[in-house]
C-alpha cells in the first residue's frame, strides 16, 4: 500500500518534521498529500513528470501521479494551509 511507503519513507510531517515517535501509533494526525495536486493530472501528463517517477502506483492501472513518490506526509493542519495554497515549497532552495 502506498501509505505504507509514504510512512516508511517521511516518518514525519516534511514541514513541521513532528515524527511518529511510536511504531504502533494510529497515524491519525497525519495526511498523505499529493505534491504535484491530482486536478492538474492533464499538466502532470504534459510535462511528462511521470518520467520522474521510479515507484509505479500501488494500483497498476493507476496512472504515475497516483505513486507513493507524489505524496507527503503531513500534520492535519499542515494539510489544510497546503490544499488552501498557503504554504507552498521552492524547490530551487
Not at 2 to 12: A, C, N, Q, S
Request: overall charge negative; glycine content about 2%; some cysteine.
Amino acid at each position: 500500500m502506498f501509505r505504507d511507503v509514504v510512512r516508511e519513507h517521511d516518518r514525519r510531517c516534511v514541514i513541521t518534521e513532528m515524527r511518529v515517535l511510536r511504531s504502533d501509533w494510529r497515524w491519525i494526525i497525519f495526511k498523505f498529500t499529493p505534491i504535484f495536486p491530482l486536478a492538474y493530472q492533464d499538466l502532470w501528463n504534459k510535462s511528462n513528470y511521470c518520467s520522474w517517477t521510479t515507484v509505479p502506483p500501488a494500483n497498476e492501472l493507476d496512472e504515475a501521479i497516483h505513486s507513493a513518490q507524489n505524496r507527503m506526509m503531513l500534520t492535519g493542519n499542515v494539510h489544510a494551509l497546503f490544499d488552501a495554497y498557503d504554504v507552498s515549497f521552492n524547490p530551487d532552495l
